[in-house]
């Protein structure tokens, strides 16, 4: 099956900062998102982008299908920014990656 | 406009006790899909429903675990005889199409505790 690894595993971060989160994925997929799970454990989509580039306010991905990647980048991160971000790709079934998990301190 | 919607938020059982976890999707979505979490882990895919359908049960643990979305009603995840390895956080999603191409809309989740 399909494998997505996401780097780092942990960020710290100090109010403010930008940071880039990253996926890698092992074969071809028509869909990947990219999902926050806030301290409460609620999961929101941030982006449905099987290719190309999107941005919302402070947040922006970019996924190369071509060469099997996606990129989170956060800027001037916040402390509500804080919990872990997954990456899941696939079609039909999305597989998740172990995530990253962010800290975003004041 | 109502998200996906989970019930109960927590859920307590005894070892052997049937568990009931309920999902009722966004408005106008007829894909479901339901995720578990274990502590300090990722999402694991369990099972793909459309109504009245079971699409991919690939992720279903062989015994014990049930899952239907019925014509009328919300989708139903069932474990039956729980042990304490059932413990963890219970996600359903849903969306309009299928997975494919358009975005998943998670619940609040159901966290189950087995005692």
Redesign the interface.
């Known amino acids: 099956g399909i494998q997505v690894e996401q780097s780092p595993p942990d960020l710290i971060l100090q109010e403010g900062a930008n940071s880039t989160l990253r996926c890698n994925f092992s074969d071809s997929v ?2 990947l ?1 990219w ?1 926050h799970q806030n301290p409460w ?5 941030l982006f ?1 982008i ?1 290719s190309g580039t999107k941005q919302n306010g402070r947040l922006s991905a970019t996924t190369v299908a071509t060469e099997r990647y996606s990129l989170l980048y956060i800027s001037s991160s916040q402390t509500t920014d804080s919990g872990v971000y ?1 990456c ?1 790709v ?10 990253t998990e962010l800290s975003v301190k004041p | 406009n109502a998200g996906v919607m989970q019930n109960p938020r927590h859920l307590v059982r005894r070892r052997g006790q049937e568990a009931r976890l309920r999902c009722s999707p966004m408005k106008g979505h007829s894909h479901v ?1 339901w ?1 578990r979490q274990l502590p300090e ?5 369990m099972v ?1 429903l459309q109504k009245e359908n079971i ?2 049960e ?2 279903m643990p062989k015994e014990r675990f049930s899952a239907e979305f019925p014509k009328e009603g919300p989708s139903i995840l069932r474990i039956q005889q729980v042990v304490r390895g059932d413990s963890a ?1 219970y ?1 359903c ?1 849903s969306s309009g199409d ?9 619940g ?2 159901t ?1 189950l505790t087995v005692t």
């Open positions: 028509n869909n998102q999902f454990g609620q999961l929101i989509n449905y099987p997954f899941a696939g079609g039909g079934k999305l597989i998740f990656g172990q995530g | 899909y995720y882990e990722g999402l694991k895919f793909y699409i991919d690939s992720g956080a996600f999603a299928s997975s494919y191409n358009s975005p998943l809309h998670f609040n989740g966290r």
